[in-house]
């Protein structure tokens, strides 16, 4: 291997880590504020290049039908516990955020398509679309079990990852799609062409958690956010709802994954089914953070990114088992670690 | 002086054991009340019911409205703030955001200011600290740092469980310093303590709890001169 043959190697590798990074950091921040290792966020990622390619081809995207059905599934879901609870008069609320913010998301989306609009605003309404099906399915899924041991919430999370797969085929269809790049520009450095689209994907993991840090360390919601997740029993002692955090935190890593989502689109072709194996790689990343630490994550991401894209130089056959065999000696690593803390502790 | 803050017949079940037992207990507007009692009576048990984090038989009201099924984030809306006894601080987050976060429910945000200057007045060591992070402070600062928190919420009833647990003489005397000058600022206040000299010294109203039941009941004043209680809690004499 020569060494323009690795800088391209690694520019590649940083650019699809920096996709995996977006949704890396969206696993940890669920699993801290739910306790929820939430493996859909990845069909997340398809669903929304899924519904951008819809949207560039002029059909209303299959993402509009699936959120009315989990906005009236919800509602039912929250009705019959509020009625069960005696707290009927929380009804309108109820009524307002899960049925009527989603579908009027959905009818914008559906009235702005029929205008034509140009990129941009198809961006937006695919992120728009997207960013309601993950708090939908906590409210459904995950809320009646929140209470539920760690491995029960695992177990669930993949049961979803299956339904949603199936939910992709029957509103997606199985075509695969890619979307046109967002830039036409590129531009040489070192002798290496870089283009504008990876540069883009760069740009957008740095800018999006650049604001996610901001969020964390400057705002009230996000420090509650925090607090959740350091101490869930001491937050709700200052009267913050871990639901609705959850909520917030389910909102934020579906707007992470479906930017990484529209990202990935140009550069791979993107099926119904593709999220697993984003969703998985990112779940690498955020496992070498130990599913709490954001740079950690982050950067665990970009070096999954970077070993896929070795990896698949040498042996393209062989490029996921090498990428998931890494997973053995961080577990290993991790497990140790821990041990050794707890001896700490004990002392 | 109306009553603010009651249980009537309380009784807290972990799984099919009864912990506490037909409890009842008042605490007036403006009083401070005290708990007292030995280790495992029960206690803790009834301030984690009275702030929602256990369910409980029996009926709780406070302000007149009934507190049944609310939870425990409804009842900090409506100022009832737990300083619990493992404190529960943020102890990744700074000094500075443990105090922000106390004020979280209130929807006015204007006084949050005056009032962080406040509890940095009143604790002029957690405004030294103020970047620090809150899991590398002294058990003192910590529960300093707790009572300030709950401060920032601008409570009407602050219930304090063992606030005095773990730390040194000298430091437990400045709590309940502070304890006792938090009625002037028109707080009441519910204190579970095991320290029962300095509970009392403190407190106008005292009930002993033991084995989850409410054995005795009376002025601070005249249970800190009762023989049995100097003989069982205050260290004879």
């Known amino acids: 291997m020569t060494s323009d043959i690795a800088a391209i190697l690694a520019i590649d590798g940083i650019a699809t880590g920096a996709v995996y990074a977006l949704v890396a950091i969206g696993t940890v921040l669920i699993f801290t504020v739910t306790r929820v290792i939430f493996i859909p966020f990845g069909d997340i990622a398809a669903f929304t290049a899924l519904t951008l390619a819809a949207l560039d081809a002029k059909r209303f995207p299959g993402t509009g039908a699936l959120v009315v059905a989990l906005a009236c599934l919800a509602t039912l879901v929250e009705i019959i516990s509020l009625v069960r609870n005696g707290d009927i008069r929380l009804l309108p609320r109820a009524l307002l955020f899960y049925l009527a913010i989603p579908l009027a998301v959905v009818g914008i989306a559906w009235l702005v398509m029929r205008m034509d609009p140009p990129l941009a605003v198809r961006l937006v309404l695919a992120l728009m679309l997207i960013t309601p099906i993950a708090p939908l399915l906590d409210r459904i899924v995950f809320r009646p079990i929140a209470d539920g041991t760690v491995l029960l919430l695992l177990t669930v999370s993949v049961a979803l990852h299956f339904a949603l797969v199936g939910l992709g085929l029957l509103f997606f269809g199985p075509e695969g799609v890619r979307t046109e790049p967002l830039t036409s520009f590129s531009t040489e450095f070192a002798g290496v062409l870089i283009s504008g689209q990876t540069m883009l994907i760069v740009l957008a993991a740095l800018v999006f958690s650049g604001l996610l840090y901001l969020f964390f360390d400057f705002t009230l919601v996000g420090k509650s956010l925090r607090a959740t997740a350091v101490n869930r029993t001491g937050s709700r002692l200052m009267g913050i709802r871990p639901a609705r955090a959850g909520t917030i935190a389910y909102l934020l890593g579906s707007l992470m994954a479906g930017v990484s989502g529209i990202l990935i689109a140009p550069v791979n072709t993107v099926f119904y089914d593709s999220g697993f194996l984003i969703g998985l790689k990112a779940f690498v990343g955020a496992i070498v953070g130990g599913m709490t630490s954001y740079p950690g994550a982050a950067i665990g991401a970009v070096g999954v990114g970077i070993l896929e894209s070795f990896a698949s130089f040498q042996s393209s056959a062989l490029k996921d088992v090498i990428v998931f065999s890494l997973l053995i000696p961080i577990l290993l690593w991790r497990s140790l670690a821990s041990l050794h803390s707890e001896e700490e502790i004990e002392e | ?237």
């Open chain 2, 1 to 237: 002086m109306s009553e603010m803050f009651s249980m009537t017949d309380v009784t807290v079940c972990y799984d099919n054991v009864e912990a506490v037992r037909n409890v009842s207990l008042s605490v007036d507007e403006g009083q401070i009340v005290t708990v007292i009692g030995p280790n495992g009576a029960g206690k803790t048990t009834l301030l984690m019911a009275a702030i929602g984090l256990l369910g409980s038989r029996g009926r709780m009201a406070f302000r007149g409205s009934d507190l049944g099924k609310m939870s425990v984030e409804d009842r900090v809306e409506r100022r009832l703030c737990l300083v619990p006894e493992k404190r529960e601080l943020f102890s990744d987050m700074s000094v500075a955001d443990n105090l922000l976060l106390g004020s979280y429910s209130l929807r006015d945000r204007s006084g949050v200011q005056k009032t962080l200057d406040e509890v940095y007045d009143r604790f002029p060591r957690l405004k030294e600290r103020q970047r620090q992070a809150a899991g590398t402070l002294s058990g003192g600062e910590r529960q300093m740092l707790a009572l300030g928190r709950a401060l920032m919420a601008r409570p009407a009833l602050l219930m304090l469980d063992e606030p005095s647990l773990g730390l040194a003489p000298l430091i437990v005397r400045e709590i309940f310093r502070t304890i006792a000058s938090l009625r002037d600022l028109g707080v009441s206040i519910l204190l579970v303590e095991q320290n029962a000299r300095a509970a009392l010294e403190t407190a106008d109203y005292g009930y002993v709890l033991e084995t989850g039941e409410i054995v005795q009941s009376g002025p601070a004043k005249d249970l800190i001169h009762d023989p049995r209680l100097i003989t069982a809690y205050l260290g004879g004499h």
